[in-house]
Nanobody
Framework: QVQLVESGGGLVQAGGSLKLSCTASGRTISDYGMGWFRQAPGKEREFVGG????????YYGDSVKGRFTISRNNAVNTVYLQMNSLKPEDTAAYYCAADPSGRGLAGSFYEHWGQGTQVTVSS
């Protein structure tokens, strides 16, 4: 069983940056695709970005392309989300999730989820 814990959220001014981390325990995630999602109050969950098991395939939602970067370090069982040029509309709870197919696509089935970390961007 995979347990995922997100960290790195907080309050930042518009235009600033944050780096989220998602650390896994229980087993290696080196064969999992990994995704980041977000959900703001009253809105549906949104795919932010995904990365395949090896790290060569990276995918982003349209609203974050060019601003966010997903990466992973399988040696430490961790996935990252570097968020630059943050906007107030990026305010949401951010969740990481593990895709057993290894692909990390927006439409993948994500089997394991973290509890989330809050990101708040002030204007």
């Amino acid at each position: 069983q995979v347990q995922l814990v997100e960290s790195g959220g907080g309050l930042v001014q518009a235009g600033g940056s944050l780096k989220l981390s998602c650390t896994a325990s229980g087993r290696t995630i080196s064969d999992y695709g990994m995704g980041w999602f977000r959900q703001a109050p009253g809105k549906e969950r949104e795919f932010v970005g995904g990365i395949n098991w090896g790290g060569a395939g990276r995918y982003y939602g349209d609203s974050v392309k060019g601003r966010f970067t997903i990466s992973r370090n399988n040696a430490v069982n961790t996935v990252y989300l570097q968020m630059n040029s943050l906007k107030p509309e990026d305010t949401a709870a951010y969740y990481c999730a593990a895709d057993p197919s290894g692909r990390g696509l927006a439409g993948s089935f994500y089997e394991h989820w973290g509890q989330g970390t809050q990101v708040t961007v002030s204007s």
